[in-house]
């Protein structure tokens, strides 16, 4: 029985014919069933209607059910992911503002590589000072780059306050902590023995929102390469074993003032209360031999297991500095261990302005 016999769409209101199919169906009028049978009267999903004519006859509400869910997926959505998506609805513009911003700069880059490339080609060997001056342009360039980064890394992590719950007034001790992440990514999820990403961005913004504004902390990152060789389930239990001791490992190796979590799948962040570079040195030692040393233990079981490599990027705050040019800062660092290979940890520092001079932090040292 098509649900066209129960009236055409040009009748009186979609919404009553809804009500009366349902009624003849004898299934009860829930939101779910009344948006897919308005739907349905509209005609304009050929996939739900073929899929509610091979229906069995007479339409159990079971089957009405499953219809929903495959065509109206979004009415079953927990009540607190809706909320927080309309939440979240009116920044859109505002990421879209700063995502075109990024491209301009992005794209003025790409102009100072081309005008670099045509000048290293068209310049005699002896010609030093154009080619420097060149350099020097392009990492003015470069700073322009970590800026706008850093400057839509603050705007999210303020949107994301924005939006995040009120910390309970009847625990002080969430009270005292700050900030809270967002429900989606809570503190009690763990991944692979440390706390996800989200904790150390609420950590940081924690931080910063406090009296010490980050002076004196540093953000170290570690990528872990090699993992790409572990996909596919034969080596699946390889990796998550690799995984879950480095991490468990990694939150042994830090203080009870510092912080760790996995920012991505193979890659670590610290956030230690030390701007000391032998301090810093020394945990970045012990991360490597931890890593070596799952590795080492996870091959007495599983021999041949592909190798991996360790690579640290820094960031020191010295004064007032934000989430953002911290990380940032620690980002670039990273970038440039892994481009030039380096096994050592690079550290970049990172200073407020001073005077009417504009500095970036970026390089490890300050550039006018």
């Not at 339409?59 to 009405?64: E, H, I, K």
């Not at 980064?149 to 005292?176: F, T």
């Not at 170290?220 to 390889?238: E, I, T």
């Amino acid at each position: 029985m098509s649900i066209t016999a129960y009236g055409s769409t040009n009748e009186a209101s979609i919404g009553r014919q809804a009500s009366v199919v349902l009624t003849r169906l004898g299934l009860d009028l829930t939101p779910a069933n009344f948006h897919l049978v308005c739907l349905l009267l509209k005609g304009d999903n050929a996939d739900l209607k073929q899929s509610f004519l091979l229906l069995k006859r007479p339409v159990s509400q079971a089957d009405l059910t499953d219809l929903a869910q495959r065509f109206l997926p979004f009415l079953f959505e927990p009540v607190q992911q809706v909320v927080d998506a309309l939440a979240l609805a009116p920044v859109l513009p505002k990421v879209e503002t700063s995502l075109k911003d990024m491209q301009v700069s992005l794209q003025d880059f790409e102009a100072q590589l081309a005008k670099a490339q045509a000048v290293f080609a068209a310049a005699p060997e002896p010609a030093a000072a154009p080619l420097a001056h060149m350099v020097h342009l392009l990492k003015q360039s470069a700073g322009e780059q970590v800026n706008v980064v850093a400057d839509l890394q603050a705007s999210v992590a303020q949107w994301l306050a924005e939006v995040a719950p009120v910390a309970p007034q009847d625990d002080a001790s969430q009270v005292a902590a700050g900030p809270q992440p967002a429900p989606s990514m809570p503190d009690s999820i763990i991944s692979h023995g440390l706390g996800e990403r989200a904790t150390m961005m609420g950590r940081l913004q924690a931080l910063h929102s406090g009296e010490q504004h980050l002076d004196g902390y540093s953000l170290m990152l570690c990528r872990v390469s090699g993992f790409d060789a572990y996909r596919g389930p034969v080596m699946a239990k390889a990796r998550d074993y690799l995984l879950d001791t480095i991490g468990q490992q990694t939150g042994r190796l830090i203080g009870k003032d510092d912080s760790a979590c996995w920012m991505s799948a193979d890659e670590l962040g610290l956030l230690l209360n030390s701007n000391t570079e032998i301090h810093l040195t020394d945990v970045s030692n012990r991360l490597r031999h931890v890593v070596d040393g799952a590795l080492g233990h996870a091959r007495r079981t599983v021999k041949d297991l592909p190798s991996l490599n360790c690579r640290f990027g820094c960031a020191t705050a010295y004064g007032t500095a934000s989430p953002a040019q911290l990380y940032g800062s620690a980002r670039l660092a990273l970038q440039r261990a892994e481009l030039t290979e380096d096994e050592t940890l690079v550290i970049n520092a990172v200073s407020p302005p001073v005077g009417n001079r504009r500095y970036h932090a970026i390089y490890g040292r300050y550039y006018q």
